[in-house]
Every structure is written in structure tokens, then in C-alpha cells.
């Protein structure tokens, strides 16, 4: 049922990426054939059936340095960020946790200053490509950021439709993929009545709801999440983490948190990091409980930090 | 006995002495403003009558001496005209600098120049276009109202530019940040979401450089010079409030004064209801 839109709309992002830059070029990109998203979309409705999952790609990171200035915040960081899991990357303040998840979809390159070397790729596309459209990055990897930051002067709809609208996206029925994107960030219920009423009247958790669904509703890949329960009460942050859970069915997801316990919780792996270094990455139970460095240990056993 | 300092009677009279002091600056402070008021109503609403608003001045010391109709009417199409010019320029500037300008060395240099022209008198704004515009017969005439505009323009520009530029800053870089995180162009970022946000607030700060324009004299005197006529015509000598007033007050004629009188209620009239509307627009303010 929802095949038209959906195709009109997935083959967007990806379309500039997929140049000539690298070995493999104009290669297509191996992804989730269209029928299986729409499967999941279609699910939707039926709120309980999960078991369809649609296959993302992962980002895979190699001798990723970055600097603010002069100073060198992240110094030859590797990692691989596995399809349709959760990723979580903990660690200090100061530590380079965010500023590694802004450098994978280049949100870094808007804070004045900041430039970052080596490769990520997004399946088999480098994004710092020479010839690939920043846009097209962010439209492929979406963001959620630590407080909520709906768009004050739009209502609850077109929050969640803003993405397809400041794009000019045609072709999609956007009160089908409204309703679509805040059934999937678990908010359709607590707003379907109210979906003109400006989004900032919402409390602090459904605002970070609607900003996933906002999110989502622009039909990303990988979602990036910069602690996006720190400024939400534990009930709140229970609901966002219950709907990662559910988000990794069809995305993959990489999360920054402060708080060890969210990492245990919703991570299938963890990454720590200290002074701008990745120390580990493992499986979430194996760096809690049974970390292979020292200082991963003096961490998650409340040393330091 | 108790830990705490108790209240001791000198803190207590330091206090009362202080907040009386407080008070009777602010009512001399008021003093000025009430008194301008005062005048203003007491001798302006006598002047106020329907010939006043429906016939232009004649000229004439004796007998019949007409209304201030063109010179309303002038002021109201030459600060038309230059809020034309200077809020899109002056908005265009803001969001370069903020935007896209930010801390680089040109943004800076401009904003520095901002500065400068903001304390530049107006006066000289109105030379500046008298020398350029009017001595040169720019357009074919001398005098006329769309160079009075110009003047205006040039008055308001640093004016408009500098409130845009403090409410574009007041958007938070989280939406900023939030519409790029779409995949979203930074042109349609800009013209999207942080036009809409600080809309209310780029109203409010170009009508109040709008209240301003409309009552300088200056920048009149010598570009629209004075006339008595009515026109629609900008290419044409204009007349303006702020160069009746000027005019008027300097007759002998007590009649002519009392016209100046009923001119200047009429002006601060017409800023008053600029400023009620820039009021009304920042109450829709979602910007704390």
C-alpha cells in the first residue's frame, strides 16, 4: 500500500553518493529491496509485529582524526558500526564521543573551525567523498541531539513532515508518512488529535519523540543519537530506550551516552573512549563485565569519570 | 541566641533610604516625558480639526492657511519608499553576517562600519544625498521625494541591520542544526526555518528604525525640500511632517504655530501606531 511513495523516496539520498569517487564506483549500493521497507511500514499499523526487519548498512570508520583548531580531539579512531545494531560509544566529557558521531554524518563541518581526515564509509561510500553532496550524507545518516529541538514556529505535523518539506521532496503522501514516522517513534497515540497544535507544546520526552520522528520520517538509514536522554526524566528515557530497541529493526543506530546503565541497556555493542582514542569495542555484557583494559574497567566500575 | 546575623537597624534604614532614592530619579526621569505629552495633547488637539487632515497648506500667512495633507501624505510615501530599500537590504545584511559572514575578518569589518553609521547624524546623511542626488539633478529634478527616501534609507540601513542582526543570533543553533541533520541546504535552512523563527522579532526592530525615520527633518530639508502641493509623484518636490513643523514653527503667525502643533500630535500619532504594531509583532515571539 505504500509502495508508490516509497520508492519515490528511497531512491533520493542515495543517488549523488553513489559516484565515482571510490573503487567501487557506481556500484549500487547494496540495499534492503523496496518491498521489504514497505513491509515494515506497513506493519506499522499493526503496532506489534517487529519481526520484519529491514537490513540498513553499517558505517565502517578507519584512521579517523579530528581537530577543533589546533587541538586534536580525535586521534586515529577505527571502528566498524554493525548493520541494524546499537552502538553505544561512552566515555568522559572531553572524551570525543560526540565529536566522533558528528564526524559520521559531517556535522561537524558546522561548527566553525572544525575539520576531520579519514575515511568513513557508509556501506561502500566514503562520505567525505570529494565528489558526495553533504545533503545527501545527512539525508542517508540522521541525527538526534541531546535536548530536543523541534522547530518552534511549526506544528506538530509539520515537524515531522519538515524534513520532506524544506527538502521539496514530491511524491509522498505526507500524512501517510506522518502518521507512519510517529507511530514508529511510539507518539501517534499521545498526538494523533492534536496534530496542528505547535510541536514546543509538547513535554520534553514527547519533544524528543517528535524529533525522531521527524527523524525517521525522511526514511534515513543509520540514526546517530547524541545523548538523547539527558535532558529527560527516567520515565521518558525508558520510553526513548524501549524505542531504539524497536528503531534497530530497521535502522542502524549508534547512540553517545553518559550514562553507563542506557549503554548496558539498549547497546547490542559498546565503544569507549578516552582523551580522543577509542580504548575498546565490544559486546555491551563484555565491557561491563568483562572489559580486556584496564582503564575500560576503571570506567564502568565508577574509578573515574 | 541564634546563629544567624541579625537584621541590624543601620542595614535596614540604608535600605529604606536607597529604594526612595531609586523612585525619585525614575519620576525625574518621567518628568520630561510626561510634560512632552502634556503639551503635546493640550496644544496639538486644538489644532486638530477635519480641514487640518483634508487640505493642503496654502502658503498663505494671512487668511486662509490650509491643512497639512500633503505634507502627511509625503512623509507617509517617502518612509514607504525607504522601507523598501532598507529593510530588504538591511535584512540581506544580517543574514550574511550571521549566517554566513559569522566571525570571519569581511563580516567583522562590516559590522564595524554598521556601528559607525548607526552614530552618524543625520544630517549627513541628508548632505550626502544633496551633494550626490540633488546637486548633480540626478533624474531630472532637483529636489524630489524619492531622494528624501534615499536619505532615509541610508538612515534606517545600520538601524535595521543591527536589530536583524540581534535577533538572527537569538535563534538557537539547535534548529539550525536540527534542519541541516535533515539533509537539509543551508539556503533553505535559512530561508525555512531561521527567517520564520526570528520573523516577529525582524518586524518589531525594522518598524521601530521605520518610527525613527519618520520623524527626521533632516535628511528632509535638503532632499524633498517643501512643498505645498500634494503628490503621488516621487520624482517631485515632496512635502513632510518633520519640514512643516520646521516650517511652520518659525512663522510669526500664531496660527501657523498652532498647525505646528497639531502637525507634531499627528506625527507622534503616526510613530505611536508604527511602535504599537512592532509591539504586537514581538508578543508573537517564539524567542525568549
Known amino acids: 500500500m505504500t509502495d508508490p511513495d516509497t520508492k519515490t523516496m528511497t531512491d533520493d539520498p542515495r543517488t549523488p553518493s553513489s559516484s565515482s569517487d571510490g573503487g567501487d564506483a557506481g556500484a549500487a549500493v547494496p540495499r534492503a529491496p523496496m518491498p521489504t521497507r514497505s513491509a515494515t511500514s506497513g506493519a506499522v499499523s499493526t503496532a506489534t509485529d517487529r519481526e520484519v526487519l529491514t537490513a540498513a548498512p553499517g558505517i565502517s570508520v578507519t584512521g579517523l582524526d579530528a581537530f577543533y583548531g589546533s587541538g586534536h580531539a580525535i586521534k586515529d579512531v577505527s571502528i566498524e558500526y554493525v548493520p541494524n545494531k546499537v552502538t553505544a560509544m561512552i566515555g568522559p566529557s572531553g572524551s570525543g564521543k560526540s565529536t566522533v558521531l558528528r564526524c559520521l554524518n559531517r556535522m561537524h563541518e558546522e561548527i566553525p573551525g572544525a575539520r576531520a581526515t579519514g575515511t568513513v564509509m557508509l556501506d561502500t561510500d566514503d562520505i567525505y567523498g570529494s565528489s558526495v553532496d553533504v545533503v545527501a550524507v545527512r539525508r542517508a545518516i540522521g541525527m538526534v541531539f541531546q535536548k530536543p529541538n523541534p522547530f518552534p514556529t511549526m506544528s506538530i505535523f509539520d515537524n515531522v513532515a519538515a524534513g520532506l518539506k524544506l527538502n521539496g521532496i514530491k511524491g509522498v503522501d505526507l500524512k501517510e508518512r506522518v502518521e507512519q514516522s ?96 577509542l580504548i575498546e569495542h565490544a559486546p555491551t555484557s563484555d565491557v561491563f563485565t568483562n572489559p580486556s583494559d584496564s582503564r575500560t574497567e576503571e570506567y564502568v566500575t565508577g574509578k573515574f569519570g | 541566641m541564634t546563629a544567624l546575623a541579625q537584621l541590624t537597624p543601620r542595614r535596614r534604614t540604608t535600605d529604606r533610604v536607597m529604594r526612595v532614592v531609586l523612585a525619585i530619579g525614575t519620576a525625574i526621569a518621567l518628568i520630561p516625558l510626561i510634560a512632552v505629552i502634556y503639551y503635546l495633547l493640550s496644544k496639538g488637539l486644538g489644532a486638530w480639526s477635519i480641514d487640518l487632515f483634508t487640505k493642503d497648506p496654502t502658503g498663505n500667512f494671512l487668511g486662509d492657511q490650509g491643512g497639512i495633507k500633503s505634507a502627511l501624505l509625503g512623509t507617509i510615501e517617502m518612509v514607504a519608499l525607504a522601507s523598501a530599500i532598507a529593510i530588504p537590504f538591511g535584512w540581506g545584511v544580517a543574514l550574511y553576517l550571521v549566517e554566513y559572514g559569522r566571525k570571519g575578518r569581511f563580516a567583522s569589518t562590516v559590522r564595524y562600519f554598521v556601528d559607525v553609521m548607526t552614530g552618524v547624524p543625520s544630517i549627513v546623511f541628508g548632505l550626502f544625498v544633496y551633494a550626490t542626488l540633488v546637486l548633480s539633478g540626478w533624474g531630472g529634478s532637483s529636489f524630489s521625494g524619492w531622494k528624501g527616501s534615499v536619505a532615509l534609507a541610508l538612515l534606517m540601513l545600520p538601524v535595521v541591520t543591527r536589530s536583524a542582526e540581534v535577533v538572527l543570533l537569538l535563534v538557537p543553533d539547535a534548529l539550525r542544526e536540527a534542519a541541516l541533520a535533515l539533509g537539509t541546504p543551508r539556503w533553505r535552512v535559512t530561508l525555512r526555518v531561521v527567517l520564520p523563527t526570528a520573523l516577529p522579532g525582524l518586524i518589531t526592530g525594522s518598524l521601530l528604525a521605520v518610527a525613527r525615520a519618520a520623524g527626521e527633518t533632516a535628511p528632509l530639508l535638503f532632499t524633498a525640500a517643501a512643498v505645498n502641493g500634494t503628490t503621488f509623484n516621487l520624482g517631485e518636490r515632496m512635502n513632510s511632517l518633520p519640514v512643516q513643523i520646521y516650517n511652520d514653527v518659525q512663522s510669526p503667525s500664531d496660527a501657523l504655530v498652532q498647525r505646528a502643533w497639531g502637525s507634531a500630535l499627528a506625527l507622534v500619532t503616526l510613530i505611536l501606531l508604527t511602535t504599537l504594531v512592532a509591539r504586537l509583532a514581538s508578543r508573537r515571539s517564539r524567542l525568549s
Open chain 1, 182 to 277: 510517529l507511530r514508529g517513534a511510539s507518539l501517534w497515540e499521545e498526538v494523533k488529535d492534536r496534530l496542528n497544535e505547535p510541536g514546543i507544546g509538547l513535554s520534553g520526552g514527547q519533544q524528543q519523540r517528535l524529533c525522531i520522528a521527524r527523524t525517521i520520517a525522511v526514511e534515513p538509514q543509520v540514526i546517530l543519537m547524541d545523548e538523547p536522554c539527558s535532558a529527560l526524566d527516567p520515565i521518558a528515557t525508558l520510553k526513548i530506550e524501549e524505542l531504539i530497541s524497536d528503531l534497530k529493526q530497521r535502522f542502524t543506530i549508534v547512540i553517545v551516552t553518559h550514562n553507563m546503565q542506557q549503554a548496558a541497556r539498549v547497546a547490542d555493542t559498546t565503544a569507549f573512549f578516552l582523551a580522543g582514542e
